[in-house]
């Protein structure tokens, strides 16, 4: 299958091709965004997506329409810290474009180092459960919860991956599902409440996800089931490992109780990716975009850095 590059600057540099998210894996489109708005749409409505991917765009977008727009762009998504932290180092940069692809540039050599630390967590032939999406699309090459699958792949290492849908944006059977067979890994799709069943069997040696936000003391907010997925490994004596930039650790946010999550619209659950609507018109909908996963449910934090082991 062909490479799919998530984000660049045009070739006059004077706007930003992306691949549009929402529509995958059925379209391949890219799409070329020139205005502030545009620019923030891009992030709002999840066109571009995961917390590195969204600061390394953010960074782009800075450099195209100024310092005068930081704020603006900052409030598209309040919860990933990547955003905030791209856009104020753009602000403070002499140089705009240096600084925006010294950013993405930083971002690829982070992720293959946090996937070389990760692979060391696994071994051939283990059961691996995903959720949300943390590869490169969310990244730059090779991601961060998924970088250790595509790196071992790349070594003929072999792993059976369990992806799961999660609901209801579906980036898990969309997205992760799409990039793991791209990289010619085992992929077993299964529903968000079939977790318990597979851990229960057996067929989970460990679970990957990425993070959006990681307070002082190891509290991870990341997509919407995280949490539960923790609680379900904590059960089952399951390790459970957050892999993300060392950026994405927020030493300002001392709890995931200070962190806001935002809540998005109720047709994400109601109609969103289906034919015809799910549910009865004019249904109460509660969703929240993240939830907060407790430092004392996460067996390590695998940054570029190394890997952070939970003390007992």
């Known amino acids: 299958m062909q490479e799919l590059v998530n984000i660049r600057l045009s070739d006059d540099e004077n706007s930003i091709i992306i691949l549009d998210q929402r529509l995958l894996p059925n379209?391949?489109?890219?799409?070329?965004?020139r205005t502030a708005e545009e620019m923030y749409d891009a992030i709002k409505l999840l066109k571009v997506r995961g917390a590195p991917a969204i600061g390394i765009f953010a960074a782009y977008a800075i450099f195209i329409l100024?310092?005068?727009y930081a704020d603006y762009i900052k409030s598209a998504r309040p919860t990933a810290v990547n955003l905030q932290w791209a856009v104020d180092r753009m602000v403070n940069a002499s140089d705009l474009l240096a600084e925006c692809k010294a950013i993405h540039q930083e971002d690829i050599t982070m992720c293959r180092a946090?996937?070389?630390?990760?692979?060391?967590?696994?071994?051939?032939g283990d059961g691996v459960l995903t959720?949300?999406?943390?590869?490169?699309?969310?990244?730059?090459?090779?991601?961060?919860?998924?970088?250790?699958l595509i790196l071992g792949a790349e070594r003929n290492m072999r792993f059976n991956v369990?992806?799961?849908?999660?609901?209801?944006l579906l980036q898990g059977s969309r997205i992760t599902a799409l990039e793991l067979i791209n990289a010619g890994l085992d992929v077993t799709l299964i529903c968000d409440n079939m977790a318990n069943t597979v851990m229960k069997q057996g067929k989970i040696n460990a679970v990957f996800v990425g993070a959006d936000r990681v307070a002082a003391n190891g509290d991870v907010a990341n997509k919407i089931g995280t949490s539960g997925l923790a609680v379900l490994a904590k059960r089952y004596g399951i390790p459970f490992y957050v892999f993300c930039p060392s950026s994405t650790i927020d030493m300002s946010c001392k709890t995931g109780s200070d962190i806001v999550i935002e809540?998005?619209?109720?047709?994400?659950?109601?109609?969103?990716?289906?034919?015809?609507?799910?549910?009865?018109?004019?249904?109460?909908c509660?969703?929240?975009?993240?939830?907060?996963?407790?430092?004392?449910?996460?067996?390590?934090?695998?940054?570029?850095?190394?890997t952070f082991i939970k003390q007992s």
Request: with cysteine.
């Open 162 to 168: 369990f992806v799961d849908e999660t609901r209801p």
């Open 286 to 306: 509660f969703n929240p975009a993240f939830d907060v996963t407790e430092a004392e449910l996460i067996t390590a934090v695998i940054t570029e850095k190394g």
């Open 27 to 33: 379209k391949i489109e890219y799409i070329e965004l």
């Open 114 to 124: 946090i996937s070389e630390n990760g692979l060391k967590l696994i071994k051939n």
């Open 263 to 284: 809540e998005r619209s109720s047709d994400e659950i109601t109609r969103l990716y289906f034919a015809e609507p799910v549910a009865p018109v004019g249904v109460k």
């Open 66 to 68: 100024g310092r005068e």
């Open 131 to 148: 959720h949300c999406n943390a590869g490169p699309l969310a990244t730059s090459k090779y991601g961060t919860g998924l970088g250790p």
